[in-house]
């Protein structure tokens, strides 16, 4: 029998991936800021952190939640860094960077499509299909964390409405899926993208100060509250087994 090696796409699987997003927001800030640790050595410490995880995921031959989870909140982590980075450090400005992994994310797929014929998540049983798949995860954190802060920096929305534009977003995509037929597998990868700034807009709101439109609950807190609740509900899927897929 051949298993998924990344999980059904549940109630569960959006509960944890919106608060994976949410807490690689606040522990990328807390590491860069608040540790004193700067972007540069923040990206380099969770980049080789990241490295370990995504080895010790390739080596399931099926769903692992522990495993593909921990990749998830450090791709999330990596992901917030790389935007950072661009426009902190180098410079560049968030509509270019939303525009250049926009277009990284639409090559991955076109690459990923002419390898496999496929894009379907119910199928990743190969190494080179679960490389496309990573490497699109990756794309879709860093696109959903420049297109977020677009939006609620340059544009000035703030956090919180941001936030409700980007979940009107979700919102409008579950509708197309339950009554419109939209393509399933588009569906997925959109609503993987907004979901970053979504989760992103909550992490902020939590943690960041009351001068500048959050409730100041600070990084610590924000990060130990989504890291402790991600544990209870990968612990769940653990015992139940839910969210592993056998392949067709």
Same mark, same amino acid.
């Given at each position: 029998?051949?298993?998924?090696?990344?999980?059904?796409?549940?109630?569960?699987?959006?509960?944890?991936?919106?608060?994976?997003?949410?807490? &690689?927001?606040?522990?990328?800030?807390?590491?860069?800021?608040?540790?004193?640790?700067?972007?540069?050595?923040?990206?380099?410490l969770m980049t080789?952190?990241?490295? =370990?995880?995504?080895?010790?995921?390739?080596?399931?031959?099926?769903?692992?939640?522990?495993?593909?989870?921990?990749?998830?909140?450090?791709?999330? =982590? =990596?992901?917030?860094?790389?935007?950072?980075?661009?426009?902190?450090?180098?410079?560049?400005?968030?509509?270019?960077?939303?525009?250049?992994?926009?277009?990284?994310?639409?090559?991955?797929?076109?690459?990923?499509?002419?390898?496999?014929?496929?894009?379907?998540?119910?199928?990743?049983?190969?190494?080179?299909?679960?490389?496309?798949?990573?490497?699109?995860?990756?794309?879709?954190?860093?696109?959903?964390?420049?297109?977020?802060?677009?939006v609620s920096e340059?544009?000035?929305? &703030?956090?919180?409405?941001?936030?409700?534009?980007?979940?009107?977003?979700?919102?409008?995509?579950?509708? &197309?899926?339950?009554?419109?037929?939209?393509?399933?597998?588009?569906?997925?990868?959109?609503?993987?993208?907004?979901?970053?700034?979504?989760?992103?807009?909550?992490?902020?709101?939590?943690?960041?100060?009351?001068?500048?439109?959050?409730?100041?609950?600070?990084?610590?807190?924000?990060?130990?509250?989504?890291?402790?609740?991600?544990?209870? =509900?990968?612990?769940?899927?653990?015992?139940?087994?839910?969210?592993?897929?056998?392949?067709?």
């Open positions: 029998m051949t298993y998924n090696r990344v999980p059904k796409v549940t109630a569960d699987f959006w509960i944890i991936k919106l608060l994976a997003v949410t807490m &690689g927001e606040t522990a990328a800030d807390y590491l860069a800021v608040n540790m004193g640790l700067g972007l540069t050595a923040t990206s380099l080789g952190v990241l490295v =370990v995880a995504l080895v010790l995921q390739f080596a399931q031959k099926r769903y692992a939640p522990w495993a593909y989870w921990l990749a998830v909140v450090l791709i999330s =982590v =990596v992901g917030t860094l790389v935007t950072d980075n661009l426009v902190d450090t180098f410079g560049v400005k968030l509509v270019t960077s939303t525009w250049i992994f926009a277009l990284a994310l639409a090559v991955t797929f076109a690459l990923w499509f002419a390898s496999e014929r496929t894009l379907s998540i119910h199928a990743i049983f190969t190494t080179k299909r679960e490389a496309f798949y990573w490497l699109a995860i990756l794309f879709t954190f860093a696109l959903g964390t420049a297109a977020g802060d677009l340059q544009f000035g929305l &703030g956090y919180l409405a941001t936030g409700v534009l980007f979940g009107l977003i979700i919102a409008s995509l579950c509708f &197309g899926y339950a009554f419109l037929k939209l393509d399933p597998i588009l569906g997925f990868w959109l609503s993987y993208i907004f979901t970053r700034p979504l989760g992103a807009s909550v992490g902020d709101f939590l943690s960041q100060p009351g001068e500048y439109g959050g409730l100041g609950l600070g990084t610590i807190v924000t990060s130990a509250l989504f890291l402790g609740t991600i544990v209870l =509900v990968v612990a769940y899927q653990s015992l139940t087994r839910n969210g592993l897929e056998t392949v067709d």
